[in-house]
């Protein structure tokens, strides 16, 4: 008997499911605020430098007539942001004078900032423009190297101390690091803090997903897993929201982290995974915390009933499959699993690349930072709910080729559309958007129902480190921008769809059974995919139960 056979007869999925998965995605949710907040903390207003400070006048008066005699105009007929006159040129007051040649120098003075859209951020506080522009994405790319090394610790810490723990954990430390940012006046300090929330960011959404599908029976995980995806995007309008009411930097930082404080005083209440319980001998609590989900959901008696040895023997197929000298080599011994993994590998890396390439500057298109940052987040609703539909009727392979190449091409098309056509380009740009969002969800599942059991979780987890490195990588693709306006369009359009590509090698696995050992997935592989092998274990956390879920009814 499996363990989700026990769950299905302590209620299913009941009172208990609901709730406790409602309160471990709340926290997923405000999450994505933090993912994105650099495009409203880091938002780089208009700029000029501030007049020479001999001459009082011109370093006190920032009118449009006296800017013309102390700031050279560029070829677009607007202020240079980094540049002026080493002496004012006083002739220019007059609109029909214009002079050639005339020596400039650097911002000396430093800046005067337009403050009317965003009374203070990173970038003014700190003068992060001009030469020092390339800060701003430094600073999010240590927020993602945060995130990268906060998978291979909290992931190991799950497996060892359970998946409580570094989840109450990751709740503390975010609302910690998060309100200290707000605090401190240094940059470097600033870098620090947000590589601890970044830490954070694998802690939460790892155990939270462990958590819930560990607690979730299996007519349950494919909606719990869609819920998710769906909880991000509702974070990206949330940030939109609180930072259009919160404009000030520190005070929006600190709006953003001071809940999980509330999260980190209510997980107390979540039971730990009774799985990992019995997996590791804690037999007594895992009863404990099964007799209080059967009272939950209305089962007291049936809880009541349960005994060390009954539950035990729900869990005794997961003893017998458990492998004990499992090791990332794995993923590359033999050839069927080494090329699954390589293919991941590009995947996962480019989608992430992409992705965080297109979120994370939404200045460039021109229109409101608060409107586009809505738009981006709206689009992965429609988008996602198509993915879902085509993978159960099309297949997973077709589906996530599909989205990332179509992704890779609203990108280059975007190049080829004119500077002052901001709503067509804005408009592309989230298509493109929704297209990656919907291929992280779709690939997601795909990852788990190509790598068989016994190494399951460790490509899964492998996958998800080329993610992070993606992210990583993404901001300083962005600071390529400096050398030539085009290569981060070119980057980031042909990656997808490179990786596109890179999926048709994968296996459909689309209405097949999912394989248990390396040795069957290689005898598979050689004998070819048969759609009338005997049917898979109930055991999935793919889309193979769709059918008869509530979310394909929806549709």
């Known amino acids: 008997m499996a363990f989700t056979d ?22 997923c949710s405000l999450l994505a605020c933090h993912n994105f907040l650099q495009n409203f903390t880091a938002a780089v207003p208009h700029h000029h430098c501030q007049g020479p400070s001999n001459c009082s006048a011109a370093a006190t008066n920032h009118s449009d007539d006296w800017l013309r005699a102390i700031i050279p105009l560029d070829p677009l007929g607007a202020p240079e942001p980094c540049r002026r ?18 020596p400039t120098e650097g911002c000396k003075d430093g800046w005067v900032y337009d403050r009317s859209v965003f009374p203070s951020t990173i970038v003014m ?6 030469e020092a522009r390339t800060l701003r994405d430094l600073a999010q790319s240590i927020y993602m190297a945060g995130v990268l090394v906060g998978a291979a610790i909290f992931g190991s810490l799950a497996d060892r101390l359970g998946r409580k723990a570094p989840l109450v954990w990751s709740y503390l430390q975010l609302a910690v690091s998060g309100a200290a940012t707000a605090y401190f006046s240094s940059f470097i300090a600033y870098c620090v803090l947000r590589f601890l929330m970044g830490m954070t960011f694998s802690g939460i959404i790892l155990n939270s997903l462990s958590l819930v599908v560990e607690w979730m029976p299996t007519q ?16 990206q309008l949330i940030l939109a929201g609180v930072a259009y009411l919160i404009r000030p930097w520190r005070w929006l930082q600190f709006a953003v982290s001071i809940p999980f404080l509330i999260f980190f005083l209510y997980s107390w209440w979540l039971p730990e995974s009774s799985r990992w319980l019995l997996l590791h001998g804690k037999a007594q609590l895992a009863v404990q915390n099964l007799r209080k989900v059967a009272t939950m959901n209305g089962r007291k008696a049936e809880g ?13 197929n997961e003893f017998t499959s458990v492998r004990t000298s499992n090791s990332v080599l794995d993923l590359f011994r033999t050839p069927a699993i080494r090329k699954v993994t390589c293919c991941l590998m590009v995947v996962w ?24 940052q809505v738009l981006f987040g709206v689009i992965d609703i429609p988008a996602m709910l198509v993915a879902t539909t085509t993978m159960v009727y099309v297949g997973r392979r077709a589906t996530v080729a599909s989205f990332l190449i179509l992704a890779g091409l609203m990108v280059i098309a975007n190049m080829f559309v004119p500077e002052d056509m901001q709503t067509l380009r804005t408009a592309q740009a989230a298509l493109g958007k929704g297209c990656l969002a919907s291929s992280f969800i779709c690939v997601y599942l795909f990852t788990g129902e190509l790598y ?18 993606g992210g990583l990588v993404a901001p300083l693709i962005t600071t390529v921008g400096e050398v030539s306006t ?3 369009s070119v980057c980031f359009g042909a990656i997808p769809i490179l990786a596109g590509l890179a999926v048709c090698f994968l296996a459909e696995t689309r209405n097949a059974p999912l394989v248990e050992t390396i040795v069957a997935m290689e005898r598979r592989v050689k004998e070819g995919l048969s759609r009338k092998d005997e049917e898979g274990k109930t055991e999935e956390i793919s889309l193979q139960q769709l059918g008869a879920s509530p979310l394909i009814e929806t549709i």
Request: aromatic share 12%.
């Open 304 to 316: 009541e009933r349960l005994t060390q040895k009954v539950v035990s023997s729900y869990i005794q």
């Open 220 to 235: 349950g995980r494919t909606v719990a897993g869609v819920l998710l995806g769906f909880s991000f995007t509702l974070g």
């Open 85 to 102: 006159f080493t002496e004012p040129q006083w002739a220019l007051l007059n609109p029909n004078t214009s002079i050639h040649g005339v």
């Open 125 to 130: 506080e700190w003068d992060l423009v001009c």
């Open 349 to 372: 890396f480019s989608n992430s690349v992409a992705y965080y390439g297109l979120a994370m500057d939404l200045q460039k298109f021109g229109l409101s930072v608060y409107l586009v």
């Open 452 to 469: 068989p059991t016994e190494i399951r979780q460790m490509g899964m987890g492998f996958a998800s480190v080329n993610a992070r490195l």
């Open 486 to 488: 085009v290569l981060p």
């Open 6 to 27: 026990l769950l299905d007869a302590l209620g299913g999925v009941g009172r208990f499911q609901f709730i406790y998965t409602a309160l471990l995605l709340l926290p």
